[in-house]
């Protein structure tokens, strides 16, 4: 069975604090590991793909990275705007579901001023 | 592009009522869109796949005859909740993928709320 771990639970940073989420995982076969924004009340909002061991991308203040065994969500300069809850998720290849995605439980992700 | 929404936003019913959400791909055409519930502080959990055309595909654990999927044009897809009590109160999303890609994109969701 597919799973997925996300730690920490909750992350509180100051305004330019940089850190990271941690993301791991365990699928037999990735296809894809997906990196989602959620911000309260609402659905999650696409961030980033990742596909093999050693990937990286990089959008503004954000960027994912993958091993064979976890991502890494790198928030550089934090701004309290990048207050959200992050989810992995991961997708299996070879599997009858399709497109099916394995969520973790989230990283909610305070920034303050 | 790839643009998903979701009709109500919120809904109030009563116990022992049916209640239909409606999920739309705006800019493509979804072959399967699928259908999630997240309760408070939780994350997604897949409840079915919906593929056009055909039955949809439901996760352990869900009774499908409490949760009639419709997905009756590529670009449609509904989720009726039926005879709904307090405990299915939630917030029921969905999601689709553009033809070729393993992205989902996810609607704004819609929050139950069973009286």
């Known amino acids: 069975e597919d799973q997925v771990t996300q730690s920490p639970e909750a992350l509180r940073l100051q305004e330019g604090e940089s850190s990271s989420l941690n993301c791991s995982y365990t699928?037999?076969?990735?296809?894809?590991l997906f990196w989602y924004r959620q911000d309260p009340g609402k659905g999650p909002e696409f961030l980033f793909t990742?596909?093999?061991a050693g990937e990286e991308k990089e959008k503004e203040r954000l960027k994912a990275t993958l091993t064979k065994k976890e991502s890494f969500l790198h928030i550089t300069a934090p701004k309290p705007e990048d207050s959200a809850t992050y989810l992995c998720?991961?997708?299996?290849?070879?599997?009858?579901?399709?497109?099916?995605?394995?969520f973790g439980t989230g990283t909610q992700l305070k920034v303050e001023l | 592009g790839a643009v998903v929404s979701q009709h109500p936003s919120w809904v109030i019913c009563k116990s022992g009522t049916s209640v239909k959400i409606e999920c739309r791909s705006l800019?493509?055409?979804?072959?399967?869109m699928f259908w999630y519930r997240q309760f408070p502080k939780q994350s997604l959990m897949l409840m079915a796949t919906?593929?056009?055309?055909?039955?949809?595909?439901?996760e352990q654990g869900v009774e499908k005859d409490k949760f009639l999927i419709n997905h009756a044009s590529l670009t449609l897809s509904t989720l009726t909740v039926t005879s709904a009590h307090p405990e299915d109160s939630s917030f029921y999303i969905c999601?689709?993928?553009?033809?070729?890609?393993?992205?989902?994109?996810f609607g704004p969701g819609t929050r139950l709320t069973v009286l």
């Open positions: 999601s689709a993928s553009p033809p070729g890609w393993n992205e989902q994109f």
């Open positions: 699928v037999s076969g990735l296809r894809g």
């Open positions: 990742l596909y093999s």
């Open positions: 998720a991961v997708q299996a290849a070879g599997k009858g579901g399709g497109n099916k995605l394995t």
């Open positions: 800019d493509f055409q979804a072959t399967t």
């Open positions: 919906s593929n056009e055309g055909s039955k949809a595909t439901y």
